[in-house]
């Protein structure tokens, strides 16, 4: 099988059995055909770009119905707020700029941008979200972003001095059509920003739910600059990012534009040091991966046995892949409450645990709560003290297996 962006050779590394689509949520009087998929990741051996080996399409992904809000954790609104405000000030500053972002979702960073009354423009295939985000006063186009968006939009609106993505670009298989479609937009001295999980944190903390159908690509310094290159861009700037369990926010610029960063010399050679893209690195991870799995399941096989509850917590996309791979179904974890009204009263992917709204958690609490959404563990802990005081206690699986207790 070869790469993606260069047609190398791809080493296998792990291989999470059947998935179904991660956000797929499924009506329990109407279940219909799950679509299913061999959820497979290797490595290319030219360009050390992480992949999954199986496409699923787009469409099935990303839709009217897709369920995912940008804007759902208090988190992430100020860490776009944050994003949006660096723009502004820094790279939106000449004579009415522009700012097209991919994967726009509700609008939660464009709705910075757009108060301060600078141009822009959201690219978003999912009609309901892009709904939400026109909603917010952000201007969107409901499409899917390739060569040929690019040009219609540099046609009607001029170049863009900055094209931003967040956890957007790792989605989309068809890269080589995106960066010919960010040259084509770009103005000669714009830049291409965009954040996603990055490679080094999810083999450092064996976050292996990480990998699932929407996050074709693990991105890290070393395969960015390699893609890059390919499409007469630079990597000039990285940033480690806190967010979503670990992501390195990457801004590339055309050849010679701007002088690359010391930031990205360190990063570039702290990945070599740890070889993060070699075959025995990530064989390792995959090993650790079968470990959790393991001593997941012992744990929740154990906690039923003595006759405690256990929900889970956060319908997450990534969840799916724990759930499948891990085999969890509802005899061992009978719901997940999650906020999302979308996910509300529908099952689980594949596992068909059934997701109940966030008061159906303290009615009455559980013994214990499987943390799926363990990247926003802070955020969620201080909210739930009373789930504390009730004498519960949070299950995570990130880096290992282990019990927070109130």
């Known amino acids: 099988m070869a790469c993606r962006i260069c047609s190398g050779r791809l080493h296998p590394f792990a291989d999470f059995g059947r998935q179904p689509v991660s956000d797929a949520f499924v009506l329990p009087a109407d279940p219909g055909e799950e679509f299913f998929f061999d959820l497979a990741v290797g490595v290319c051996e030219s360009c050390a770009m992480v992949q999954l080996l199986h496409e699923v399409p787009r469409e099935?992904?990303?839709?009217?119905?897709?369920?995912?809000?940008?804007?759902?954790?208090?988190?992430?609104?100020?860490h776009f707020r944050a994003l949006a405000g660096r723009l502004l000030a820094t790279e939106l500053?000449?004579?009415?700029?522009?700012?097209?972002e991919l994967g726009c979702n509700d609008g939660t960073m464009l709705a910075t941008i757009a108060a301060a009354g600078v141009r822009h423009l959201g690219v978003e295939p999912s009609g309901g979200v892009a709904d939400l985000a026109a909603a917010r006063g952000v201007r969107v186009r409901k499409d899917f972003f390739e060569a040929a968006t690019a040009a219609s939009i540099r046609a009607f609106d001029g170049p863009a001095d900055v094209v931003y993505a967040a956890n957007t670009l790792c989605h989309i298989p068809y890269l080589d059509s995106i960066m010919k479609g960010v040259a084509t937009l770009l103005r000669p001295g714009g830049v291409f920003v965009f954040e996603d999980p990055y490679l080094g944190d999810v083999v450092e903390r064996a976050s292996?739910?990480?990998?699932?159908?929407?996050?074709?690509?693990?991105?890290?310094?070393?395969?960015v600059r390699a893609m890059a290159r390919r499409h007469g861009f630079e990597l000039v700037d990285v940033e480690r990012l806190p967010v979503h369990g670990g992501e390195v926010r990457y801004t590339l610029a055309r050849e010679g534009a701007r002088t690359p960063t010391a930031a990205v010399a360190e990063l570039l050679v702290a990945e070599e040091a740890a070889e993060l893209a070699a075959p025995a690195t990530l064989s390792a991870f995959a090993g650790r991966v079968a470990g959790i799995r393991d001593g997941l399941v012992d744990l929740l096989t154990g906690l039923r046995a003595r006759g405690a509850t256990v929900y889970g917590y956060g319908a997450t996309a990534k969840s799916a892949t724990v759930l499948n791979y891990c085999g969890i179904g509802p005899g061992l974890v009978p719901l997940i409450c999650d906020t999302t009204p979308?996910?509300?009263?529908r099952l689980t992917p594949g596992s068909h645990i059934p997701v109940l709204g966030p008061e159906a958690f303290a009615d009455p609490y559980p013994d214990y709560a499987l943390l799926f959404a363990w990247n926003h563990a802070e955020e969620i802990m201080a909210k739930e003290t009373a789930f504390r005081d009730a004498g519960g206690s949070w299950i995570l699986y990130v880096p290992d297996v282990y019990l927070v207790r109130g």
């Open 60 to 78: 099935r992904m990303f839709h009217d119905g897709y369920p995912y809000l940008s804007s759902g954790s208090a988190v992430m609104r100020e």
């Open 93 to 100: 500053t000449g004579p009415d700029p522009f700012v097209v």
């Open 208 to 223: 292996f739910d990480q990998i699932y159908d929407e996050h074709f690509y693990l991105f890290s310094a070393t395969s």
């Open 342 to 345: 979308a996910k509300q009263g």
